[in-house]
Nanobody, 123 residues
Framework: QVQLVESGGGLVQAGGSLRLSCAASGRTFRSYVMGWFRQAPGKEREFVAA????????LYTDSVKGRFTISRDNAKNTVYLQMNRLKPEDTAVYYCAARNDWGESSYSAYDYWGQGTQVTVSS
């Protein structure tokens, strides 16, 4: 089992940047595929990005490709989401999540979740 705690959210103007962090407990962090999801008010939780166990493979939803970068530091048990050129439509609560296998990007495929961090992008 792993516990996840996100940080780094906040208010930023359109075009700005934020870096989210997700710290994981336990000594088995490297055994998990890590993902970031987001949920805007009144909308379903949607996949943003994922990274494989060692970081060699990444996956992004189309709307963030070229703007967001997911990375991980297994020595620090932390996964990051660097968000550049932010848009108002990126406003949401961002969640990190963990799973054991690499595959489909659905919400239900992930086993462990953090509590979320709010990102607000003003126009």
């Amino acid at each position: 089992q792993v516990q996840l705690v996100e940080s780094g959210g906040g208010l930023v103007q359109a075009g700005g940047s934020l870096r989210l962090s997700c710290a994981a407990s336990g000594r088995t962090f490297r055994s998990y595929v890590m993902g970031w999801f987001r949920q805007a008010p009144g909308k379903e939780r949607e996949f943003v990005a994922a990274i494989s166990w060692g970081g060699s493979s990444t996956l992004y939803t189309d709307s963030v490709k070229g703007r967001f970068t997911i990375s991980r530091d297994n020595a620090k048990n932390t996964v990051y989401l660097q968000m550049n050129r932010l848009k108002p439509e990126d406003t949401a609560v961002y969640y990190c999540a963990a799973r054991n296998d690499w595959g489909e990007s659905s919400y239900s495929a992930y086993d462990y979740w953090g509590q979320g961090t709010q990102v607000t992008v003003s126009s």
